[in-house]
Nanobody, 112 residues
Framework: QVQLVESGGGLVQPGGSLRLSCAGS????????IRWYRQAPGKEREWVAK????????DYTNAAKGRFTISRDNAAKTAYLQMNSLKPDDTAVYYC?????WGQGTQVTVSS
């Protein structure tokens, strides 16, 4: 079955960087858009970024533009979210998504 496993979260100071990974299995990874979402405490889950199957096209929420970069390695069946200039407002559980399938999430905490 479809499985998505996120990793790479952690505690980072404001202005720092993290790279999240999303490893996929159980489906043809290179055929699907990959999306990253996040959910902060007490808030609804929100979309952050997406990347096309080939990796050529991507898009970001306004909050992520200029700071986050989504990428993918289809041979490795892994998608990434490089997050730079992190802010406390970026604190959330980050999830990757393919169609109706979700990973378990990885916690990102931005705090001094």
């Amino acid at each position: 079955q479809v499985q998505l496993v996120e990793s790479g979260g952690g505690l980072v100071q404001p202005g720092g960087s993290l790279r999240l990974s999303c490893a996929g299995s159980g489906f043809t990874f290179s055929s699907y858009w990959i999306r990253w979402y996040r959910q902060a405490p007490g808030k609804e889950r929100e979309w952050v970024a997406k990347i096309s199957p080939s990796g050529i096209n991507s898009d970001y929420t306004n909050a992520a533009k200029g700071r986050f970069t989504i990428s993918r390695d289809n041979a490795a069946k892994t998608a990434y979210l490089q997050m730079n200039s992190l802010k406390p407002d970026d604190t959330a559980v980050y999830y990757c998504n393919v169609n109706d399938n979700w990973g378990q999430g990885t916690q990102v905490t931005v705090s001094s």
